[in-house]
C-alpha cells in the first residue's frame, strides 16, 4: 500500500468498529391530581403510551456496513369503575330473617367495570452489506431483514351481580407488509397504506368466561361454606401460508 489514502482506505476497511444508542420511554401518562375525582371514560388519565428506538452499527474486514435498528410504540387504554349496584331491597325491613338473606342481597350493576384496549407497533430493520476478495463492495448486493408487527389485545369485565361476572379478552397479531429492499418514498407509501388497513392479520383467538358464586353464604344452613362456578369457551384462528 503505496499512497496514504489507500492506507487510511485500509485501515477503515479492517478495524473492526460498533456503535450503538437506544432510548426508552415507557408508560408515560397523566396521574390523576385529585383522588375524589370522578373516573370517566374519556378521561386523559385512562390513556399511557411507551416509546422506545434503538440502533446499532459495524463494520469489519468482512462486513462494509451493519445497520440494526429497532423501533417500538404502545397505546395503551384502561378504565375501570367502583362496582355501585343497585340493591332495591337492601332496607326493607321485611327481609330482616336471615332465611330471607338471599332475596334481602339481590342486586344488579349496570355499567361495565374495566374496558382495556392495547395496541403495539414493533418494527426491525437489518441491512448487511459484505465486501469482497478486495475488501469493496462492488458487485456485491446488500441483504435485507425487515419484520413489522401490529398487535392488538382488547379485554372487557362486567361485574353484573357481586356474584355473576362476565370477562372477554381477545388477542390480534397481525404483519405488515413491506416491499423487498430499501425504503424509498414509494416503499413508504405501501407500508403506510398496510398499516391503515391494521395489517394482514396472522392470529386471532379469543376467550369469553362466566363465574358465578354459589349463593351458600346466604342460607344459615350453609353459611359456612362456598362454592363458586366457571364455564369459558375460546376461540383460535390461524392463517395460512401464501402459495
Not at 485500509?10 to 390523576?32: G, M, P, W
Amino acid at each position: 500500500i503505496k499512497t496514504k489514502d489507500d492506507r487510511k482506505e485500509f485501515k477503515e476497511a479492517v478495524i473492526d468498529k460498533t456503535q450503538q444508542k437506544s432510548i426508552n420511554l415507557t408508560n408515560l401518562r397523566k396521574e390523576c391530581a385529585n383522588p375524589e375525582k370522578t373516573k370517566r371514560f374519556f378521561n386523559i388519565e385512562n390513556f399511557s403510551v411507551s416509546m422506545a428506538y434503538s440502533d446499532r452499527t459495524r463494520s469489519n474486514y468482512n462486513i462494509a456496513s451493519y445497520e440494526n435498528r429497532n423501533y417500538s410504540g404502545s397505546l395503551a387504554y384502561n378504565f375501570s369503575t367502583q362496582d355501585r349496584p343497585w340493591e332495591p331491597f337492601k332496607e326493607a325491613k321485611a327481609f330482616k330473617s336471615d332465611w330471607l338473606q338471599l332475596i334481602k342481597d339481590i342486586n344488579f350493576n349496570p355499567v361495565l367495570s374495566n374496558v382495556t384496549v392495547r395496541a403495539d407497533l414493533r418494527r426491525s430493520f437489518i441491512k448487511t452489506l459484505y465486501r469482497n476478495q478486495d475488501l469493496g463492495t462492488q458487485g456485491v448486493d446488500a441483504n435485507y431483514e425487515k419484520t413489522f408487527t401490529f398487535n392488538r389485545i382488547y379485554g372487557l369485565k362486567w361485574n353484573i351481580t357481586k356474584a355473576i361476572s362476565l370477562d372477554y379478552n381477545a388477542r390480534a397479531n397481525a404483519l405488515v407488509d413491506e416491499p423487498e429492499g430499501e425504503v424509498t418514498a414509494e416503499t413508504r407509501e405501501v407500508i403506510i397504506n398496510n398499516l391503515r388497513g391494521f395489517g394482514r392479520m396472522k392470529r386471532f383467538d379469543q376467550t369469553i368466561g362466566a363465574n358465578f358464586r354459589l349463593p351458600l353464604d346466604k342460607l344459615p344452613i350453609t353459611d359456612w361454606t362456598n362454592a363458586d362456578l366457571r364455564y369459558s369457551v375460546g376461540y383460535i384462528w390461524n392463517s395460512g401460508a401464501f402459495d
